[in-house]
C-alpha cells in the first residue's frame, strides 16, 4: 500500500532523512521507534506533504500512485491520514465545522456525495463514543482549550470520522493517562484493524504496542531505517534502549 | 504613500456613460447659465450652489431643505480635507466631478457577456442567481426581472409593506420622507451628525442623493429586519447616501445594509452619511456588509468609501449596535460611533475589515460616554494580506460626569504574508475617575501549523485560509443576522483568494 524507497528530505537545506526505505502492506500496522531529533516527525510531514519540507532524492508510491506528486489535501483525499503531535488549534471554528468541511472537501474529491448535517452528526456521535470523548468537546473549537490527552483522543475521533486507508500516527500515545492509553489503543484497532488498512505507529513506548500490536518494528535514527523486526525488536529497546539496537 | 493608487479622476473613468457626458457638456456651454434647469437630466460637472440648488429642485424639495443644504455647501468651502487617517489617494478635484445624474445616466450593458469575468465569477461563488447578477451588473432591462429575483416575487415586495404599514413602521426613501413626513425629518436630520461635523459629512449634506428614512413608533417591534436589499429599485443612491433612523421608546429594529455582491458604481468618491437615535429603551442594530469594487490587484479604479456613521443613545437604557464587515473599497475611512447620553444606556462595535492587494482601510469607533452607567464594547478584526494597510482607529471617552461607565476594547489583527500592514491606534480620554477601561490587542500571523493542519484533513489552501480567517472573525460575524452572516462568510473567503502561497 505504501512504498518508501531512498528518501532524502530536508528542511531550509538541512538534510533530515538520509535514503530512508519502508514498505507497508496492506493490513498491516508497523511501528517505528528511534531517538529524539532523529526525524520521525519529519518522517509524518514528508508523508503528508508539509510545506517547506522538501524531497531531494526517492520516491514514495501510495496505492500505485506518486504520493509525492500531490498536494497536502489530494492526499488525505486519497486516504492519507496524519495524527499529529501536536495538534493544531484552530480559534473559532468547532470541530464539527471542521471536520465536516473536511469530510466533504474529501468526499467530493473523491466524486462522493456530502453528507448532510445529520449524517455528519451521527457519524461523529458514534466516533465520539468509541473514544469516549464527549460530544460537547466536539461542539467546542478545534483543539482550543483541550487538555493533552484530549488533544490525542480527538485526533483519533478525527481519524474515525475521515476513515483513512492508511495512517501515520505521531506519538499519539504521549501525554496519556493508563486508561486513555487503553481507550485510544483500542479506538485505533477498531477504527484501522481491518484487511484493506494500515498504520505507521510512531511512538517512544512499549506500552502502546500492548494494545495495538505491530506486524513489523522499524528503528529510526539519523534519518533512515537502520533496524528492524517483529514486535519483539520493541521489547528490547525498551530494555536496552536505542544506543546498543540501534548501532 | 500618495503613489500606491494611480487612479484616474472621477471624470475620467471610462465606464462614465457617453451620454451624459455630452449632456453634462452641452449644460456647462449653456449660454445662459445654469439655472435649475428640472427638464435636464444632469448636472454639469463641478459643484457650486446652482448644482445644489438643481439637486433639490430635481428631488422636489421644501425650501427648508435646499436652505439646509446651502447652509452646508456653504459651509464646505471653507472647510478642509482632512488628513489625519492612515490611507493615501491622489488629490481628488471635486470640482471635477458629476454630482447629479438621474438614474439613467448609469451605463447599461447589452447582457452579461460583457461585464468583467472576474466579478462575474464572483457572483457565481456567491451563489446570486442570474437575474440578480443583471441587475447587479447594470445590465439592459434587468430590472423588473430583478425586482422579482430580489423580492422572490412582486407580491412578496406588497406584503411586506403592507406588514410594516400595519406595525406603524415608516421605511421609506429619505427624498419621499422629506416630502411626506417633513416635520420628523426635520426633527431629526443633521442632530446626531452636525452639518459641520467633518468635511465629507458637510459635502454629503448639501448634495446627497438619497437614501433611507426609518422611523419606529414607540413600543413597536419592527416585524422583519429592513434591508437596503428591499430597495434595490432605489436607483444610484449609492454616491452620497444618507440614512436616518429613529426608534421611539422601547421599540426595536435590526437594519441590513449593503451587499455582498460588488456593485458596479462609475462614481469613486463615496460619501455616506448615517445617523440613529435611540430613546428610552429602544434598540436599534445596524449590520453592513461593504464589497465595493476595491480596484484591480494594484488598486486601479476602486471606490474612495468616507463614511459618517453615528447613533446617538439619547434614552436612558436605550442600545445602538454596529456591526461591519468591510471588505471591498479601495479607501476605507469610516467610524461607527455612539454617543451614550441616556442613562445606562449601551453601545456596541463589532467590525471584521479585509484588505488584499492594494487596499487601504482605516476604520474604527468612537464611544463617547456621557451618561451615567453607560457600556460600550469594541470588538475589531482586521485581516491584511498582499501589500494592504489595515489599521483600527477608535476612541474611547468619558465624560466628566459619566460615573460607573465601563468599556471593553479588543482589537486583533491578522496578517497573511509579509508585504501588508497592521496598526492600531487606540484613543483614551477618561475625565471620569470611576471608569473602567479594559483594551486587549493582539497582532498574529496566519499559521503555516494551521494551515497545513486544515489541509492534511482533506481541505484546499483556499477553503484553509478561509476557515482560519472565519474562525479569527466568528465573534463578529455570529452578530450579524443569520442569512447575511452566511454571505459573509463566503465573502471573506472570496477576499482572500490568491492571498497565500
Ligand atoms: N522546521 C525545522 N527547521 C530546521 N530543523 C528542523 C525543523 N524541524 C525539525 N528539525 C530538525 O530535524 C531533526 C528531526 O526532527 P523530528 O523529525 O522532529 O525528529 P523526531 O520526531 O524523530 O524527534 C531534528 O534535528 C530537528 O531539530
Ligand atoms: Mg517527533
Same mark, same amino acid.
Given at each position: 500500500m505504501l512504498k518508501i524507497e531512498n528518501l532524502h528530505a530536508e528542511i531550509d537545506g538541512k538534510k533530515i532523512l538520509n535514503g530512508l526505505s519502508l514498505e507497508v502492506n496492506a493490513g498491516e500496522i508497523h511501528a517505528i521507534m528511534g531517538p529524539n531529533g532523529a526525524g520521525k516527525s519529519t518522517l509524518a510531514y514528508v508523508l503528508g506533504g508539509r510545506p517547506g519540507y522538501e524531497v531531494t532524492e526517492g520516491?514514495?508510491?501510495?496505492?500505485?500512485?506518486?504520493? =509525492?506528486?500531490?498536494? #497536502?489535501?489530494?492526499?488525505?483525499?486519497?486516504?492519507?491520514?496524519?495524527?499529529?503531535?501536536?495538534?493544531?488549534?484552530? #480559534?473559532?471554528?468547532?470541530?464539527?465545522?471542521?471536520?465536516?468541511?473536511?469530510?466533504?472537501?474529501q468526499r467530493k474529491y473523491r466524486g462522493e456525495e456530502p453528507l448532510s448535517g445529520g449524517e455528519f452528526l451521527k457519524l461523529a456521535k458514534e466516533k465520539a463514543g468509541l473514544l469516549k470523548l464527549d460530544m460537547e468537546m466536539l461542539k467546542r473549537n478545534?483543539?482550543?482549550?483541550?487538555?493533552?490527552?484530549?488533544?490525542?483522543?480527538?485526533?483519533?475521533?478525527?481519524?474515525?470520522?475521515?476513515? #483513512?486507508?492508511?495512517?501515520? =500516527?505521531?506519538?499519539?500515545?504521549?501525554?496519556?493517562?493508563?486508561?486513555?492509553?487503553?481507550?485510544v489503543g483500542e479506538g485505533i484497532n477498531s477504527i484501522m484493524r481491518t484487511p484493506e488498512k494500515s498504520v505507521?505507529?510512531?511512538?517512544?513506548y512499549q506500552r502502546l504496542l500492548d494494545y495495538v500490536k505491530p506486524d513489523k518494528v522499524h528503528v529510526l535514527a539519523k534519518g533512515r531505517i537502520v533496524t528492524s523486526g517483529g514486535p519483539e525488536l520493541a521489547l528490547q529497546l525498551e530494555n536496552e534502549g536505542y544506543e546498543t539496537v540501534a548501532a | 504613500m500618495t503613489d500606491q493608487i494611480d487612479t484616474k479622476t472621477m471624470a475620467e473613468q471610462p465606464q462614465m456613460d457617453q451620454e451624459a457626458r455630452d449632456a453634462a457638456k452641452r449644460l456647462e456651454t449653456y449660454e445662459f447659465g445654469f439655472h435649475s434647469d428640472i427638464e435636464q437630466e444632469f448636472a454639469p460637472k463641478g459643484l457650486n450652489e446652482d448644482i445644489v440648488r438643481f439637486i433639490s429642485a430635481k428631488k422636489n424639495e421644501p425650501q427648508w431643505m435646499l436652505d439646509w443644504r446651502l447652509k452646508a455647501f456653504r459651509l464646505w468651502q471653507t472647510m478642509e480635507e482632512p488628513d489625519w487617517a492612515?490611507?493615501? &489617494? $491622489?488629490?481628488?478635484?471635486?470640482?471635477?466631478? *458629476?454630482? &447629479?445624474?438621474? $438614474?439613467?445616466?448609469?451605463?447599461?450593458?447589452?447582457?452579461?457577456?460583457?461585464?468583467? $469575468?472576474?466579478?462575474?465569477?464572483? *457572483?457565481?461563488?456567491?451563489?446570486?442567481?442570474?437575474?440578480?447578477?443583471?441587475?447587479?451588473?447594470?445590465?439592459? %432591462?434587468?430590472?423588473?426581472?430583478? @425586482?422579482?429575483?430580489? /423580492?422572490?416575487?412582486?407580491?412578496v415586495a406588497t406584503t411586506f409593506r403592507e406588514e410594516l404599514k400595519k406595525a406603524g413602521v415608516i421605511f421609506l426613501s429619505i427624498s419621499e420622507a422629506i416630502r411626506e413626513y417633513p416635520d420628523l425629518v426635520k426633527k431629526y436630520l443633521g442632530k446626531v451628525v452636525p452639518q459641520q461635523d467633518n468635511f465629507f459629512a458637510t459635502l454629503n449634506c448639501a448634495v446627497f442623493s438619497d437614501g433611507t428614512f426609518v422611523y419606529i413608533p414607540e413600543g413597536v417591534r419592527c416585524p422583519m429586519e429592513l434591508s437596503t436589499y428591499f430597495r434595490i429599485n432605489a436607483e444610484n443612491t449609492g454616491q452620497f447616501e444618507r440614512t436616518l433612523i429613529v426608534a421611539e421608546k422601547g421599540s426595536y429594529v435590526s437594519y441590513l445594509e449593503g451587499c455582498t455582491a460588488p456593485m458596479r458604481d462609475e462614481n469613486q468618491l463615496h460619501a455616506a452619511v448615517v445617523e440613529l437615535v435611540a430613546m428610552e429603551n429602544a434598540e436599534i442594530k445596524y449590520s453592513t456588509v461593504q464589497n465595493w469594487y476595491p480596484g484591480d490587484s494594484e488598486g486601479k479604479g476602486g471606490i474612495y468609501n468616507f463614511v459618517t456613521k453615528r447613533g446617538l443613545c439619547q434614552g436612558a437604557r436605550s442600545k445602538i449596535s454596529w456591526t461591519q464587515v468591510e471588505t471591498g473599497s479601495a479607501v476605507t475611512w469610516k467610524y461607527p460611533s455612539c454617543v451614550l447620553n441616556g442613562e445606562d444606556s449601551v453601545g456596541e462595535f463589532y467590525s471584521v475589515a479585509v484588505t488584499?492587494?492594494?487596499?487601504?482601510?482605516?476604520? %474604527?469607533?468612537?464611544m463617547i460616554h456621557n451618561g451615567k452607567g453607560t457600556r460600550s464594547t469594541i470588538i475589531s478584526k482586521g485581516i491584511s494580506a498582499g501589500r494592504s494597510d489595515n489599521t483600527y482607529r477608535g476612541l474611547v471617552r468619558i465624560g466628566p460626569n459619566a460615573e460607573n461607565t465601563r468599556n471593553f476594547t479588543q482589537c486583533d489583527s491578522l496578517l497573511l504574508g509579509d508585504e501588508c500592514g497592521a496598526h492600531t491606534v487606540p484613543y483614551i480620554e477618561v475625565k471620569n475617575p470611576t471608569a473602567q477601561i479594559e483594551h486587549e490587542a493582539t497582532t498574529s500571523k496566519i499559521s503555516d501549523d494551521q494551515l497545513f493542519y486544515a489541509m492534511q484533513r482533506g481541505?484546499?489552501?483556499?477553503?484553509?485560509?478561509?476557515?482560519?480567517?472565519? %474562525? /479569527?472573525?466568528?465573534? @463578529?460575524?455570529?452578530?450579524? $443576522?443569520?442569512? /447575511?452572516?452566511?454571505?459573509?462568510?463566503?465573502?471573506?473567503?472570496?477576499?482572500?483568494?490568491?492571498?497565500? %502561497?
Amino acid at each position: 500500500m505504501l512504498k518508501i524507497e531512498n528518501l532524502h528530505a530536508e528542511i531550509d537545506g538541512k538534510k533530515i532523512l538520509n535514503g530512508l526505505s519502508l514498505e507497508v502492506n496492506a493490513g498491516e500496522i508497523h511501528a517505528i521507534m528511534g531517538p529524539n531529533g532523529a526525524g520521525k516527525s519529519t518522517l509524518a510531514y514528508v508523508l503528508g506533504g508539509r510545506p517547506g519540507y522538501e524531497v531531494t532524492e526517492g520516491s514514495v508510491t501510495f496505492d500505485g500512485q506518486d504520493l =509525492l506528486d500531490l498536494a #497536502p489535501h489530494e492526499r488525505a483525499s486519497a486516504g492519507m491520514f496524519l495524527g499529529f503531535q501536536y495538534p493544531v488549534e484552530i #480559534p473559532g471554528v468547532s470541530n464539527v465545522q471542521f471536520l465536516r468541511e473536511a469530510l466533504n472537501s474529501q468526499r467530493k474529491y473523491r466524486g462522493e456525495e456530502p453528507l448532510s448535517g445529520g449524517e455528519f452528526l451521527k457519524l461523529a456521535k458514534e466516533k465520539a463514543g468509541l473514544l469516549k470523548l464527549d460530544m460537547e468537546m466536539l461542539k467546542r473549537n478545534v483543539n482550543v482549550g483541550f487538555s493533552g490527552g484530549e488533544k490525542k483522543r480527538a485526533e483519533m475521533v478525527q481519524m474515525g470520522i475521515l476513515d #483513512p486507508q492508511f495512517a501515520v =500516527l505521531d506519538e499519539t500515545d504521549s501525554g496519556l493517562d493508563i486508561d486513555a492509553l487503553r481507550t485510544v489503543g483500542e479506538g485505533i484497532n477498531s477504527i484501522m484493524r481491518t484487511p484493506e488498512k494500515s498504520v505507521l505507529l510512531i511512538t517512544h513506548y512499549q506500552r502502546l504496542l500492548d494494545y495495538v500490536k505491530p506486524d513489523k518494528v522499524h528503528v529510526l535514527a539519523k534519518g533512515r531505517i537502520v533496524t528492524s523486526g517483529g514486535p519483539e525488536l520493541a521489547l528490547q529497546l525498551e530494555n536496552e534502549g536505542y544506543e546498543t539496537v540501534a548501532a | 504613500m500618495t503613489d500606491q493608487i494611480d487612479t484616474k479622476t472621477m471624470a475620467e473613468q471610462p465606464q462614465m456613460d457617453q451620454e451624459a457626458r455630452d449632456a453634462a457638456k452641452r449644460l456647462e456651454t449653456y449660454e445662459f447659465g445654469f439655472h435649475s434647469d428640472i427638464e435636464q437630466e444632469f448636472a454639469p460637472k463641478g459643484l457650486n450652489e446652482d448644482i445644489v440648488r438643481f439637486i433639490s429642485a430635481k428631488k422636489n424639495e421644501p425650501q427648508w431643505m435646499l436652505d439646509w443644504r446651502l447652509k452646508a455647501f456653504r459651509l464646505w468651502q471653507t472647510m478642509e480635507e482632512p488628513d489625519w487617517a492612515k490611507v493615501g &489617494y $491622489p488629490e481628488i478635484d471635486y470640482q471635477d466631478a *458629476y454630482y &447629479y445624474a438621474a $438614474p439613467k445616466q448609469k451605463e447599461t450593458l447589452k447582457s452579461l457577456d460583457e461585464v468583467d $469575468p472576474e466579478i462575474l465569477s464572483v *457572483y457565481n461563488k456567491l451563489g446570486i442567481p442570474i437575474a440578480e447578477q443583471e441587475v447587479l451588473a447594470g445590465v439592459e %432591462g434587468a430590472r423588473k426581472v430583478a @425586482v422579482d429575483a430580489v /423580492f422572490d416575487s412582486v407580491s412578496v415586495a406588497t406584503t411586506f409593506r403592507e406588514e410594516l404599514k400595519k406595525a406603524g413602521v415608516i421605511f421609506l426613501s429619505i427624498s419621499e420622507a422629506i416630502r411626506e413626513y417633513p416635520d420628523l425629518v426635520k426633527k431629526y436630520l443633521g442632530k446626531v451628525v452636525p452639518q459641520q461635523d467633518n468635511f465629507f459629512a458637510t459635502l454629503n449634506c448639501a448634495v446627497f442623493s438619497d437614501g433611507t428614512f426609518v422611523y419606529i413608533p414607540e413600543g413597536v417591534r419592527c416585524p422583519m429586519e429592513l434591508s437596503t436589499y428591499f430597495r434595490i429599485n432605489a436607483e444610484n443612491t449609492g454616491q452620497f447616501e444618507r440614512t436616518l433612523i429613529v426608534a421611539e421608546k422601547g421599540s426595536y429594529v435590526s437594519y441590513l445594509e449593503g451587499c455582498t455582491a460588488p456593485m458596479r458604481d462609475e462614481n469613486q468618491l463615496h460619501a455616506a452619511v448615517v445617523e440613529l437615535v435611540a430613546m428610552e429603551n429602544a434598540e436599534i442594530k445596524y449590520s453592513t456588509v461593504q464589497n465595493w469594487y476595491p480596484g484591480d490587484s494594484e488598486g486601479k479604479g476602486g471606490i474612495y468609501n468616507f463614511v459618517t456613521k453615528r447613533g446617538l443613545c439619547q434614552g436612558a437604557r436605550s442600545k445602538i449596535s454596529w456591526t461591519q464587515v468591510e471588505t471591498g473599497s479601495a479607501v476605507t475611512w469610516k467610524y461607527p460611533s455612539c454617543v451614550l447620553n441616556g442613562e445606562d444606556s449601551v453601545g456596541e462595535f463589532y467590525s471584521v475589515a479585509v484588505t488584499n492587494n492594494r487596499q487601504q482601510a482605516d476604520t %474604527g469607533t468612537k464611544m463617547i460616554h456621557n451618561g451615567k452607567g453607560t457600556r460600550s464594547t469594541i470588538i475589531s478584526k482586521g485581516i491584511s494580506a498582499g501589500r494592504s494597510d489595515n489599521t483600527y482607529r477608535g476612541l474611547v471617552r468619558i465624560g466628566p460626569n459619566a460615573e460607573n461607565t465601563r468599556n471593553f476594547t479588543q482589537c486583533d489583527s491578522l496578517l497573511l504574508g509579509d508585504e501588508c500592514g497592521a496598526h492600531t491606534v487606540p484613543y483614551i480620554e477618561v475625565k471620569n475617575p470611576t471608569a473602567q477601561i479594559e483594551h486587549e490587542a493582539t497582532t498574529s500571523k496566519i499559521s503555516d501549523d494551521q494551515l497545513f493542519y486544515a489541509m492534511q484533513r482533506g481541505l484546499d489552501e483556499e477553503q484553509a485560509v478561509a476557515l482560519i480567517v472565519n %474562525g /479569527f472573525a466568528k465573534e @463578529v460575524l455570529k452578530e450579524l $443576522p443569520m442569512e /447575511f452572516a452566511v454571505e459573509a462568510q463566503k465573502l471573506l473567503a472570496i477576499s482572500l483568494e490568491g492571498s497565500v %502561497g
